[in-house]
C-alpha cells in the first residue's frame, strides 16, 4: 500500500469497472460488483486488494498471494489461488498501470502563484496555472494552460510552453519551444549552450549556438537530464518520448517519436535517432551517426557507426547481438583452455 503521507487514494473501484477501463476480462463475472480497495505487491497484498502479474519469474509468489484479484495473462491464471479472481489481460502490466491511475490519479494544479515567484510583465500565463515559490519568468515567456512551475524553476526569455505541463523543481529552459502534456523533473537543463568549439594552436575559439530545443507533446524527462540546444539547427525530441535520469543529449541530435533513453546514456552531436529506439543505460552515442527505428542498443554499448532499422546491438564498439555473445562465448573458451594447459 502507498504511505498515505505522500500519495492521496481516490476510492474504492469495482472490478466490472476496472475490467472495462483496462479492457480486461473477468475470471468470473458473478463478481463484477466485488469492491477492491487499493493496488498493491503480490506478496503484501490482503484480500481487498489488486496486485499483478506480468512475468513467470513471480509465479511463486503468485500462487501464494492474498490478493482479491489480480491481472494475469491468460496463460498464467492457472496459478491463481482460489481466492484470487483474474482479471486476464495481453498486457497485464499496461491494465495496472490503468487501474493505479484511477486509485492514485495525478494531482490537478491549484491556480495559484506564489508570492516569492518574479514573473515578467510581458510573459504569458495561461488560465488554471500553479507558480509556486521562487520561481522566475522571464520576458516575453508564453505558458499554457494548467500547467504547473515548482518552486525554484527558472525559465528564460522567450521560451514557450503548452498545456498541462509540469515543470519540476529547480529545472533551468531556456531556447526552447515545448509542447503539450511534458513533465520535466527536478533538475533538468534544456537549452544551455551546446559544447561547440574550434581547436586553433592558440586556443578554443567558441561558436555560437544559434540553435533551440524542440521538445513535442507528451514527452517525459527524468531528473538532471541536460539537452543543449542546436548550434544551428535545433535539438529535437520526439512526441511520446521517454528520457531517464541523468541522460546527456548534444546540440543538433534529433530523436524520433516514442523513444525510449536509459539513465546515463551519453548522445552526441547531430546524431539522429528514429522512431521508437530503445537505448540501454549508459550506453554512449557517437556523433553523426544515424541509428534507425525500432533499433535498441544493450546497456552500456558503445555505438560508433550507423545502426540498421529494428537491428539489435550490444558491446563496446557495438556489434549486432548475437555475434557480441558469440565473441564473448569464444573468449570465455580462450579463458578456460589458457587455464586449463596452464595447470
Known sequence: MADRRFFTLAGS?????????TGSTLSD???ASVLVTDVAPLDTAEKTHLSFLDNKKYVESFRTTNAGACFVRPDLATYAPAATICLTNKNPYKAY????????????????????????????IGVDCEIEGGVIIGPYVKIGNRCRIQAQAVIRQGVEIGDDCDIGPHVTITHALIG????????????????GFAIDPAGFVAVPQLGRVIIESDVEIGANTTIDRG?????VIGQGTRIDNLVQIGHNVKIGKYCV???????????????????????GIAGHIKIGSGAKIAAQSGIMRDIPAGAEYMGSPAVPIRQSMKQ????AKLVTKKKGNEE
Open 97 to 124: 498501470a490503468l487501474a493505479a491511475q484511477m486509485f492514485y490519479p495525478a494531482g490537478k494544479p491549484i491556480s495559484s502563484r506564489a508570492s516569492s515567484a518574479i514573473i515578467d510583465a510581458s510573459a504569458t
Open 180 to 195: 503539450s502534456k511534458v513533465r520535466l523533473h527536478h533538475g533538468v537543463c534544456i537549452g544551455r549552450q551546446g559544447f
Open 231 to 235: 548550434a544551428g539547427p535545433d535539438t
Open 261 to 283: 533513453i536509459v539513465a546515463q546514456v551519453g548522445i552526441s552531436g547531430s546524431t539522429q535517432i528514429g522512431d521508437g529506439v530503445m537505448l540501454g543505460g549508459q550506453a
Open 328 to 331: 564473448t562465448a569464444m573468449l
Open 13 to 21: 473501484f469495482q472490478l466490472g469497472q476496472l475490467a472495462e477501463v
Open 29 to 31: 463475472l458473478s463478481r
